[in-house]
């Protein structure tokens, strides 16, 4: 039966109930489960934003198929209609929603394989699906028709070589470097919101997208229509939640490695990037500065004055960045407490141990807010009111030592049926300890995120990725997949993380081209283990003696020659501060991605959604980074419609053309929209 309850239309027939609610503007909200009602869980939504949509009722024309009385009118429905700005929603007799935009275009359609106008069909698929997999959860499916044509863009982080998702099969998890945030933006002309936290996977194939959860009560998603992907995107931006303004120290440079030992070390470094006249805006103690995982505090025999330190880089204008971990060792003073009330990630099966590193360890149950708020409140005391007050929020997936989903257990559910919204809420109760406490700009450095993670100014890098060509490549495609999910704050570690000499002339290769295109990311980050490694002496109860140190990684640590390319691009960086504080402004209040792929500004040109390795960096700069091992120019495609400058030569180019870009190792090719004002001169 189809019918209309308080604003909703429903569609019900056996056991099965689907609630479909206008959304914000031109979204609607599908719900469906086989329980007795629907969970309160809102995930990644907001309650508030349930929109006032028209809903439209037919009666049966006659057609054949099986139809419902309607449960209040006693009427035979053939279909109702939920219309919200440009989005319609039609669901049939036979229980197939269709989705249509305002100009009657059907943007998706559920694929059942028994629908009356396929009498050839001997199939018996429906388009949801659901299987007992425990209690009252289900493992469930549902598929969506094939469109040849399509593009899907978005999804967050794989590390993967492709932009455009059709064709690939996503595992729905949260891993080091993978990051799954599921919304993705299509060229039909919508969006798509996977609004559930249950580990599970996605495959967009040719002939149909298939989501399954592995474990969840029901199936909930959004769908956003909109004329061009900005409108899509702000929209979903809107809905989910806009990133807080980026605060000052955010569009500079920042200086990391793997690990500054001492706070002698980590102040000698700032203070020689201040002696050389080089820009610096936040330089980091990264993991091992505390005493034990899981009490959150510098270790004092080798940072003995934390507040002076704190003091010395503010007049230095630098901001202190701290790494904390969600781990907590057994041996942790904290442990018996957070264990006694029920803070720690709980295990299924077999010894409770989340995380072997160097120590047995659980992670804090950041589902559970009174862990959070113990958490943070440790944080307050030991770093906060010490003068350490960006955070560094590490593991934040969790890295659980064996991705066994299954065995781990939150407060808010299982693992697989929740598990992938614990990074947003690792976030949340850092958030919300810094905006207690004043700040009204926060920004955390975090390894992981999910849809609606901006608004907790999550700040995601790309994980402990290799140092290769290869690797590379695959961080500016995800990059501007981060952006079209909703997560407009990205960065990587400039050079990668792992298995990379400082004195290798081939890294040094890979080293500059990495550093250029730092430049024209949201944040702008040194980091990164560099052999050879020193420093494993010491007892193996401090945290300083648990774990060594990579070899120097400044921007003098490379030779004279990369050193003054180095410069070239912070002082480049900092030329372009008033005009990445405007993109970070729109990111606010728009929601609008900093950088993002060319079809974003350029949809009317087809040939812009095909560009998977260039890209805009806000709307008046086309960057093109040279992703490619010894190579010194590459083809460069324009968009139509206006001119373009290159920056490095001076020459106006027309629109709608491939062009040859010169790039030596010193230059990324970047091109100027026309009418632009910026002076950029690479």
């Known amino acids: 039966m189809i019918y209309e309850k308080e604003g909703s239309l429903y ?11 206008a959304w914000g503007k031109d979204a609607v909200r599908v719900r469906a489960t086989r329980n007795h009602g629907l969970t309160a869980h809102d995930w990644a939504l907001d309650a508030a934003d349930r929109g006032q ?19 209040y009118s ?27 935009n305002q100009k009657d275009r059907l943007l998706l359609q559920e694929n059942w394989r028994r629908l009356r106008d396929e009498p050839s069909m001997a199939l018996d698929i429906p388009g949801r699906e659901y299987k007992v997999a425990a209690g009252d959860c289900f493992a469930t499916t549902v598929r969506f028709h094939g469109r040849d044509e399509e593009k899907i863009f978005g999804m967050g982080q794989y590390q993967q070589k492709y932009l455009n998702m059709k064709g690939c099969m996503l595992e729905l998890a949260q891993r080091n470097s993978q990051v ?37 009560r029901q199936i909930d998603y959004l769908v956003i229509a909109g004329d061009t992907p900005a409108q899509i995107e702000e929209t979903y931006m809107s809905l989910t939640g806009r990133a807080p303004m980026m605060p000052e120290y955010g569009l500079g440079f920042w200086q990391c490695k793997l690990r500054y030992q001492t706070q002698e070390q980590l102040l000698t470094v700032a203070r020689k990037y201040k002696e050389l006249g080089l820009p610096l805006d936040v330089i980091v103690a990264d993991f091992f500065h505390w005493t034990q995982q899981g009490e959150y505090k510098f270790d004092p025999k080798y940072w003995p004055d934390v507040p002076a330190m704190c003091r010395e880089l503010e007049e230095m204008g630098v901001k202190l960045m701290v790494s904390i ?51 943070w409140g440790k944080v307050k005391s030991n770093y906060w009111d010490q003068g350490a007050k960006l955070y560094w929020l590490d593991v934040a997936e969790p890295e659980y030592t064996t991705y066994d989903f299954a065995n781990f257990r939150y407060q808010l559910g299982s693992v697989l049926e929740v598990g992938n919204i614990y990074p947003r809420m690792y976030t949340q109760g850092f958030y919300d300890g810094m905006t207690a406490e004043g700040d009204e700009t926060p920004v955390n450095l975090v390894r992981s995120a999910w849809a609606g993670s901006a608004k907790y100014g999550a700040l995601v890098w790309s994980g402990d990725i290799d140092c290769t060509f290869e690797c590379f490549n695959r961080q500016m495609r995800a990059g501007l997949s981060m952006a079209m999910a909703g997560i407009p704050w990205w960065t990587t570690d400039i050079g990668g993380f792992h298995g990379a000499e400082t ?11 990495w550093f250029a295109y730092a430049c024209f990311c949201p944040v702008m980050r040194l980091h990164g283990n560099r052999n050879p490694q020193s420093g494993f002496e010491g007892d193996m109860i401090s945290g300083i003696g648990l774990f060594g140190s990579g070899a120097d990684n400044e921007v003098w640590s490379y030779g004279e020659e990369i050193f003054e ?64 091992k010894d190579v010194e120019t590459r083809q460069v495609y324009l968009p139509a419609g206006c001119r373009w400058t290159d920056c490095h030569t001076g020459k106006v180019l027309e629109g709608g053309q491939t062009v040859t870009a010169e790039a030596p190792a010193d230059v990324i090719p970047v091109f100027r929209k026309e009418g632009s004002e910026l002076a950029l001169k690479l």
């Open 325 to 375: 971990w969600p781990t907590v060792d057994y041996r942790s003073e904290n442990f018996r407490e957070m264990m006694e009330k029920g803070y720690l990630v709980r295990t299924e099966h077999g010894v409770r141990i989340s995380m072997t590193c160097f120590g047995q360890e659980l992670f804090f149950d950041a589902t559970n807010p009174e862990a959070r708020a113990f958490v």
């Open 11 to 21: 569609y019900a027939f056996d056991n099965e109930t689907v609630r479909i609610d």
């Open 53 to 71: 949509g028209q809903i439209t009722l037919h009666e049966d024309a006659g057609a054949g198929g099986q139809v419902y009385a309607n449960m």
């Open 565 to 628: 390319i180095c410069k070239k691009y912070m002082n480049i960086r900092e030329q372009l501060r008033p005009y990445v504080r405007e993109q970070m402004q729109l990111a606010h209040e728009k929601g609008t991605p900093v950088m993002r792929p060319l079809f974003y500004d350029f949809p009317e040109d087809a040939a812009s959604w095909d560009v998977d390795d260039a890209y805009m960096f806000g709307p008046e700069l086309l960057v093109a980074p040279v992703l490619w």
């Open 503 to 513: 004195t290798d002339p081939e890294f040094r290769k890979l080293f500059v081209r």
């Open 180 to 216: 799954s945030v599921p919304f993705y933006v299509s060229s039909i002309g919508y969006g798509f919101l996977w609004n559930n936290p249950a580990v599970g996977r996605v495959a967009f194939g040719m002939n149909g997208t298939e989501w399954h959860a592995e474990c969840t």
């Open 74 to 100: 006693g009427k035979n429905l053939s279909n109702g209609v939920l219309e919200n700005g440009r989005i319609r929603v039609e669901v049939n007799a036979d229980g197939v929603l269709s989705f249509y």
